[in-house]
């Protein structure tokens, strides 16, 4: 099920799939060049393109359980466009903990 996310700054707890590795589309805030992701419980994976609610492609990255990873989107200033990021449980059902910023890079 695809998910908005429209605030910077805020916290998004996020409930991915219960079948392992089928993907969870989520568009991230207007603005956003920066997120913080921790997958609860179980690892899970990140990729650039994907189709929510089905199996995730062969390049992505996994980020381990209850571990902080902290991904530059990209660094173009200016760019204002919302960006669409795909989220996929590596295990088991899990909730991804998303803080989406702008920085200053």
Known sequence: ???SLNDLGEIANVTLSATANNVT?????????QMTVRFVGAAGK???????????????LTVSSDTSA???????PGNTARQVRYFASGTAN??????PVRSSL
């Open 25 to 33: 589309e989520v568009t991230l805030p207007q603005f956003c060049n």
């Open 46 to 60: 990140i990729a650039d393109v994907g189709t929510d609610g089905q199996p995730i492609g062969g390049v992505f």
């Open 70 to 76: 902290e991904i530059d989107l990209f660094n173009r």
């Open 1 to 3: 099920m695809a998910v």
């Open 94 to 99: 899990t909730v991804v903990q998303i803080l």
